[in-house]
């Protein structure tokens, strides 16, 4: 059966912090850092290995990948960097604190925001501190200004089946690191995991998800690893 490995990366800064984060790019914490290295031990303690990697262009994804692989002594393996793993787009939430950002508009308003299937946050102000148009990463790439958990899932699924499950198919065990909400996306997907209840799907840091597939990709099941 085809082999798949999800990774939500380690703790960010913005996570500590409690900061909409979204498509800035943030490093992980140290802590974050050995959730990754302990992500990559477990991995190998369980007799799991890879022939392809996936990730976003964000570095606290790739990090995690990388400090996960080095302690498979797998840092060889061919990773593959795609804008459309990247983290849900917060729009004008970006940077703001969570906790702050609850009081200015009502606990309600920004659990719209955060939690909606389909309601995306007020977009980024052009030109402003967080605006990524000048990032040479996204050249030639129309940046969205904001998105809602659907619009995450309308980019993720196109590069899930154009690129990831080709793989699979092949026959190669695939490990992807990636974020909340393009994890959620994929998730979703492969679980069949209605729109009103993927939202509260939480996926912690640092811990890999398995997928046990069939041959046609469809999930026999999923589990954390260190449940097993």
Request: charge should be negative; aromatic fraction near 8%.
């Amino acid at each position: 059966m085809p082999t798949l490995v999800l990774i939500r990366h380690g703790q960010s800064a913005w996570n500590l912090e409690n900061r909409f984060t979204g498509w800035w790019d943030v490093d992980v914490t140290e802590k974050g850092a050995e959730e990754a290295r302990a992500a990559g031990r477990l991995m190998a303690e369980k007799g799991l290995d890879f022939d392809q990697c996936f990730t976003s262009l964000q570095t606290r994804a790739i990090k995690t990948l990388n400090l996960a692989l080095e302690e498979m002594k797998r840092l060889w393996l061919p990773v593959e960097k795609d804008w459309r793993l990247n983290e849900r787009h917060y729009g004008g939430l970006t940077g703001l604190d969570k906790a702050e950002t609850a009081a200015k508009h009502g606990d309600e308003q920004v659990h719209v925001w955060r939690r909606s299937f389909d309601i995306p946050p007020p977009p980024l102000e052009a030109g402003g501190e967080y605006d990524l148009s000048a990032d040479r990463r996204y050249a030639g790439i129309a940046i969205p200004d904001t998105e809602s958990l659907k619009d995450t899932i309308a980019r993720v699924l196109p590069y899930w089946e154009t690129r990831i499950a080709p793989a699979l198919r092949d026959g190669e065990r695939v490990l992807i690191s990636a974020h909340g909400n393009s994890l959620r996306a994929l998730v979703k997907h492969l679980s069949n995991i209605p729109d009103d209840e993927i939202t509260s799907l939480e996926i912690p840091t640092g811990q890999p998800i398995v997928y046990d597939l069939d041959a046609d990709l469809n999930a026999v099941e999923r589990y954390y690893l260190s449940e097993r």
